[in-house]
């Protein structure tokens, strides 16, 4: 475990890996699935709160293991059972999100026992992997030593919450000290401490894969609202419904992949922070697209507290929240704007009104969907015909 090369060329990501990500397609459809019970029950806001605990626990345990197995992946016996204890782990944090998204709305205290030791599990398999790291890659000592001193510090204050049972707010508050301390760790590594040699192609491709991992949530939501209405025979709207979830869905993909992220990750890897943390966001938004489309089957069933426009904006709010982020980290990332992200911007916001407008003629969910699905079509149309400028002048400009 010396370190592997950060310019190794065409390094990709391996078939354990894959199999890794595998664990988190269960947490992420477990989170959506809750969120989408808690929107059908008109628990909106504390649906959102949990939804938003969940999102952050299952992309942080992620996101550890990615950038690490990015430096130092030796695919050893050692490493790859080491990897399979964290794959437990993910599955028992999975286990525990249905009790702490009901003990949000329902119980005095926050009931993350479970996923506290699922964290437990993954979090010591975690540091023995950095242990074996800081045997052999010496030179690294001071990065490796901060790593394991903050998942440490971190993990022994989830476990002093998860024991003490303190009100669900004042425990959320309480979270924002190993929240701290999990997220600056890392960043006191890499810029203090000399870092670690993560690959930047390999890290992009990481989290582009875990981007499709999410968006595989909108597939069964929209795979969800099918069967509902399939109880009665194929119909149009079942077409309609088809093709929006799926044009959505497709949409996002396409709308993501139009950012360079590896090219400018290897140019700028100081920027790394900003771009690796604000995708938490977007993978808990994307997520949240499949727990809207999920609601909205409950609305064809008629098992929803919540009236059209509502749960419209179950799926619109977490897409405008994907746009937005996606946009805002582009020009954060690449420290570049341009007009044209403004106007389609715009023209997304102008999209996602119609659906509502819609609602409010009293059209059916259906063809409220379709015109939903539209609006990452902006952005694709957009960059296909003008705004590839922009990423070859931005592509140009690394090169120089």
């Known amino acids: 475990m010396v370190g592997r090369d950060p310019a190794e060329p065409h390094r990709a990501a391996t078939p354990l890996e894959l199999l890794f990500d595998l664990t988190f397609v269960v947490a992420f459809g477990t989170a959506a699935n809750e969120l989408a019970h808690a929107l059908a029950e008109d628990h909106v806001v504390p649906g959102i709160v949990a939804f938003a605990f969940a999102t952050f626990a299952v992309s942080w345990a992620w996101i550890n293991f990615t950038w690490f197995a990015s430096a130092y992946d030796t695919d050893d016996w050692i490493y790859r059972l080491t990897t399979m204890v964290q794959m437990v782990g993910v599955l028992i944090l999975a286990l525990g999100l249905p009790a702490m998204f009901s003990s949000v709305h329902d119980g005095d205290t926050l009931d993350n026992?479970?996923?506290?030791?699922?964290?437990?599990?993954?979090?010591?398999?975690?540091?023995?992997?950095?242990?074996?790291?800081?045997?052999?890659?010496?030179?690294r000592l001071p990065a490796i030593r901060v790593y394991v001193g903050s998942i440490l510090a971190a993990q022994?204050?989830?476990?002093?919450?998860?024991?003490?049972?303190?009100?669900?707010t004042t425990t959320f508050v309480a979270m924002l000290v190993p929240l701290l301390i999990e997220l600056a760790g890392p960043g006191w590594a890499e810029r203090r401490c000399g870092g670690t040699p993560w690959h930047a192609h390999h890290v992009a491709e990481r989290y582009g894969l875990m981007v499709i991992i999410t968006l595989g949530e909108g597939l069964l939501g929209t795979m969800v609202t099918l069967t509902a209405l399939a109880e009665t025979g194929l119909t149009l709207d079942?077409?309609?419904?088809?093709?929006?979830?799926?044009?959505?869905?497709?949409?996002?993909?396409?709308?993501?992949?139009?950012?360079?992220?590896?090219?400018?990750?290897?140019?700028?890897?100081?920027?790394?922070?900003?771009?690796?943390?604000?995708?938490?966001?977007?993978?808990?938004?994307?997520?949240?697209?499949?727990?809207?489309?999920?609601?909205?089957?409950?609305?064809l069933e008629h098992h929803t507290e919540l009236g059209l426009a509502a749960t419209l904006a179950t799926v619109v709010v977490p897409f405008a929240l994907f746009a937005v982020v996606l946009y805002l980290l582009y020009a954060g990332f690449s420290r570049s704007l341009d007009p044209i992200h403004v106007v389609l911007l715009a023209v997304t916001a102008a999209v996602l009104a119609v659906p509502f407008l819609l609602a409010s003629g009293n059209d059916e969910i259906t063809w409220c969907l379709v015109a939903l699905s539209c609006a990452p079509w902006v952005t694709v149309i957009g960059y296909e015909t003008v705004g590839h400028r922009h990423n070859r002048a931005l592509l140009d400009a690394l090169e120089d």
Do not use: K, N
Request: aromatic share 16%.
């Open 113 to 139: 026992d479970v996923m506290v030791w699922g964290y437990v599990v993954m979090r010591v398999a975690m540091v023995a992997q950095w242990w074996r790291a800081s045997r052999h890659d010496t030179g």
């Open 156 to 168: 022994v204050l989830w476990c002093v919450l998860a024991v003490v049972d303190l009100p669900v």
């Open 238 to 299: 079942i077409a309609l419904l088809a093709l929006a979830g799926t044009a959505l869905t497709f949409g996002m993909w396409w709308m993501y992949f139009i950012v360079p992220h590896a090219e400018i990750l290897h140019a700028h890897r100081e920027r790394s922070f900003l771009w690796g943390y604000g995708q938490m966001l977007l993978f808990g938004s994307v997520v949240g697209v499949g727990a809207g489309l999920h609601a909205a089957a409950y609305y």
